[in-house]
């Protein structure tokens, strides 16, 4: 019965249901009151009851106990950490504070959402896998189309790299944790209404204007649009929060001896990742609050009939989802330069270059939305200094790929399959690249924009780049956090089948859209058949592909050989804890005594953890 | 520990380079070029693939030759090179991209520029109105005075020049044709102008390329059973007959429709 009280899972079950019919009761007394009509305005009751329920939600698990405890005048331990680490596996669905603990629920639950994202496109491959429409109808394709994208970049692409550096990052820098443990753990817990809101929507016809939610399109849609705004808002929440707690944390809570220049690259891509996110998400935010105000309370910011502009969404649109597109491939690039440093037994060649590089993207990275709009009717005088700062920022991404490639060189590379992913990814993300200089010229762009190339482009940029990167960091560090080895045989495997099932579905893609076949489409030309069954056959490999690196991932946390503290030799901070870290990871304070990358340097370290605090500090409450 | 000259490897990856470029390019499949700028597009797109095959050839057989040569054989103990980078090297790839974007930009704006001023001479020609709407086209010809209802085909002459208005009265399409190497949105609530001069007598597919709801697939010429003809390029005087012809039953059907009404009013 004490269950239901305290805050976890049991609590949310009837704290969120409570506080969406408490928003409800109000809502629909204070529409009688004034006499509005009609009193039960479905959409209205609805977008109050998922706001107020989400907040449920984080009540009911516990996001602001503390606060409350301390506004009631409660008393609060400050050496109380009940609510800190995992002692049980029960703990993992609670709210807790520790990084670690957040790392793995964001990191397990991404990827949950990654495999449900996968299946809409394994749906709609299968639509397309032949000419004419035999599966679903043109409503449920558009539906399906832009879950898969939504859900893909809001609640696996940029989460699923948070938790990535919620677990990394303070061990890497030397921190007992992240510099706000209450709102790492609040953010965490946003995503899970957000999925919930965004899936929920096929209760209500799904959202169905692709993932980019353009008006006027999106004013003419079901009640599932309003979800997709409010879904984004709260993804976007969560990602800000997480980004400011990065920030502070880096900047702050690096251990004596860390000077920016001592901070391993994928500490230096999540700082400049964060800097992006702070300025950028709001803008994303805001285009979602002002369409949802559009559609459920009648302004007028993007309503052609009312005076609104429809040109200014797109604009603010993707002033955050161009740097979004950063947001999703920098701490990849750090990841990588981790990865391979390692593997390769290696410096970083050329380190300042990789870090600044960095830096340079996310700076750059503001100057180029517009390229997403060449042919939206946009300002024509926009297209030329749009077009020449999208090709500049072709100079940083190159600067890493050569200096990876540098790394490799003279190394002694140890082909894991964590290694192989990264190497695997130069690979394809060149070729994504590479099409995206094409697609920075603007006759160019213009003449095949909105077609196949663009779903090829992008696809082996996130597939090819981020996802590479973010299988090539998971079994990186997955002795790290279950303290044994993943099975090296099926790895192999899942990363040559994967890798040759994503070619083969995303390269002919390039073909399709240059001969004329436009994106978001049920059904197509008959020139285009073969191609589509050779893709959607390949799709369904890829997809399979997941289910090994599922089984090698559960299998091995359970039966794995033991991994013991350092099995990859490698010099940052978190090898030097056991296998999993302790609970409050450092022993005692760390010094920095050099940089990350000392490969091949006789005795070299990067630092050192003492036994215990020296005895001179005390520690006083 | 024997070494591997890089400069032969580089020189090595570049001939692999152009093999690729040429396979891309010689491989190329693009739609028929039907329009005055598409020859200039289809040259872009060349270049990029002559350099885009260089550096995924030199990139690519690096990668080979670090992982056949900097392997790792089984209880490999040893470590890697102390070296944290050569700035020369560092320099040089980063000035080698510079010089390719330059390049692309050079190219980008050559053919943007003679695009924008072909775009400018056209202020003769066809000026057509296009009406993006769910699900289909509508065309006027402003300087014809014709206005074309109900799933229109778009008829146009030879090597005269085109200038398209584009509206929108519902949602965002994109008016898309391949053969010319030309899209533009259909923007409700503002007129986007873009033209073009059809240089290839022939029937080319018009496709909207932004989902626009439901019938947004079928909004296809190319699609079997779609309602949207395909756009027709006819000689001048086949076309100078159509305008004839086009006149003339508009002038029928709007006589009849007043003699309609004054039935109906008599009646």
Known sequence: ?621 | MKTIKVLPLALLGTAVGIVISLVLIFTRTLPVQASAEANDIDNLYIFFLGFSGIIFGIVVLFLLVAVYRFRARPNDEREGDNVHGITWLEVVWTVIPFVIVVLCAIGGLIVLRSGDVEAQARTKGQQIHVLGYQFGWKYAYLNQDIDLKDQPTLVLPVNEPVIFELESNDVIHSFWVPAWRMQMNATPGQVNETSTTPTKIGTFEIVCAYLCGVGHTNMNSALPGSIIPKVQVVSKSDFDAWVTKQKAEAAKAAESSSAQTTTGSAG
Request: aromatic share 16%; net charge neutral; with cysteine.
């Open chain 1, 1 to 621: 019965m004490t269950a239901v009280l305290k805050p976890t899972l049991a609590r949310c079950l009837w704290v969120a249901p409570a506080f969406a019919a408490l928003a409800i009761l109000i809502t629909v007394a204070a529409r009688s009151i004034f006499g509005m009509t009609p009193v039960l305005q479905e959409s209205t009751l609805l977008t109050v009851a998922y706001i107020a329920g989400g907040i449920g939600f984080i009540v009911g698990i516990g996001g602001f106990d503390y606060w409350f405890t301390w506004m009631k005048g409660g008393e609060l331990d400050p050496n109380d950490h009940s609510q800190h680490g995992a002692r049980s596996w029960g703990d993992y669905f609670k709210f807790n504070t520790d990084h670690k603990v957040i790392g793995i629920q964001y990191i397990v639950f991404t990827f949950i959402m990654f495999l449900v994202g996968g299946m809409f496109a394994e749906v709609f491959r299968s639509e397309l896998a032949r000419p004419g429409q035999q599966v679903l109808t043109d409503q449920q394709y558009s539906g399906l189309i832009s879950q898969h994208g939504v859900i893909m970049i809001f609640v696996f692409m940029v989460p699923v790299f948070a938790g990535i550096g919620n677990y990394v990052i303070p061990l890497m820098i030397g921190a007992a944790d992240m510099a706000f443990p209450r709102l790492n753990a609040l953010s965490f817990w946003l995503l899970p209404v957000a999925a919930f809101t965004l899936l929920s929507s096929f209760m209500f016809g799904s959202f169905d204007g692709g993932w980019t939610g353009y008006p006027t399109l999106s004013e003419q849609s079901g009640y599932g649009m309003t979800l997709y705004q409010l879904g984004i808002q709260l993804a976007g929440a969560s990602s800000i929060a997480t980004a400011v707690n990065f920030l502070v944390t880096i900047i702050t809570m690096r251990a004596p001896g860390m000077t920016l220049f001592r901070m391993p690259l994928l500490v230096w891509a999540n700082l400049a990742t964060s800097a992006l996110v702070v300025a950028a998400t709001p803008f994303i935010a805001g285009a979602q609050f002002m369409a949802m105000f559009d559609r459920e309370m009648g302004t007028h910011f993007f309503t052609v009939a009312g005076g609104g502009d429809t040109l200014v969404y797109q604009h603010i649109f993707w002033f955050y989802s161009h740097p979004a597109v950063y947001i999703m491939i920098l701490p990849g690039f750090g990841i990588i330069s981790e990865v391979i440093a390692t593997h390769a037994r290696k410096p970083v060649f050329g380190y300042r270059a990789v870090a600044f590089s960095s830096a340079g993207i996310a700076i750059l990275g503001f100057a180029v939305w517009a390229h997403h709009m060449f042919a939206s009717g946009m300002e024509p005088w926009l297209r030329v200094p749009i077009m020449l700062s999208t090709l500049l920022i072709a100079i940083p991404t190159g600067i890493k790929i050569f200096s990876w490639l540098g790394t490799m060189w003279g190394g002694v590379l140890r082909m894991t399959t964590a290694n192989l992913f990264a190497i695997g990814f130069i690979f394809t993300f060149v070729i994504g690249g590479l099409s995206g200089v094409m697609l920075a010229v603007v006759p160019f762009d213009v003449s095949i924009t909105n077609s196949y190339f663009i779903v090829a482009h992008f696809h082996y940029v996130l597939f090819g780049g981020s996802i590479m990167t973010i299988y090539a960091g998971f079994y990186h560090w997955f002795p790290k956090v279950t303290g044994r080895m993943y099975n090296e045989v099926v790895g192999r495997w899942h990363f040559w089948i994967t890798f040759v099932a994503m070619n083969i579905t995303f390269f002919p893609m390039h073909y399709q859209g240059l001969v004329g076949m436009p994106r978001r489409v049920a059904d197509y030309a008959p020139e285009f058949a073969w191609s589509n069954m050779v893709i959607s056959l390949a799709a369904f490999v890829l997809g399979a592909s997941t289910l090994i690196f599922v089984y090698n991932m559960i299998h091995s946390a359970r039966h794995g050989k033991k991994a013991g503290a350092n099995p990859w030799g490698g010099l940052t901070l978190e090898w030097l804890l056991s296998s999993p870290p302790p609970i409050f990871n450092f022993p005692a304070t760390p010094r920095v005594i050099g940089g990350p990358y000392r490969y091949g340097e006789e005795g070299a370290k990067h630092a050192i953890v003492p036994e215990v605090e020296p005895a001179t500090v005390e520690t006083t409450v």
